[in-house]
């Protein structure tokens, strides 16, 4: 994504807030936002780990 998209983005989230909206509440909605583009980039390339495989590998960690 461009840099010039990304503040758009930025921008229409700052206007969504409450004016008392802290830095730490920004922050906190710009981390949510990326982490929600990474996860639909990564399903549009096919990046995914489905249910059974999820439940096999913490089942290893869990000992179970």
């Known amino acids: ?6 503040k758009e983005e930025v ?3 700052l ?4 004016e008392e909206a802290s830095f730490e509440d920004i922050r ?3 981390y ?3 982490a929600v583009r990474r996860g639909l980039e990564a ?6 780990v489905d249910q ?3 439940e096999r ?3 290893k960690w869990l000992g179970e």
């Open 52 to 54: 059974d495989e999820i």
């Open 57 to 59: 590998r913490m089942s």
């Open 15 to 18: 206007d969504t807030l409450p």
């Open 28 to 30: 906190y909605h710009i």
């Open 1 to 6: 994504m461009g840099r010039a998209k990304e």
């Open 11 to 13: 921008r229409k989230l």
């Open 43 to 48: 399903a549009e390339r096919g990046d995914l």
């Open 32 to 34: 949510v936002q990326q």
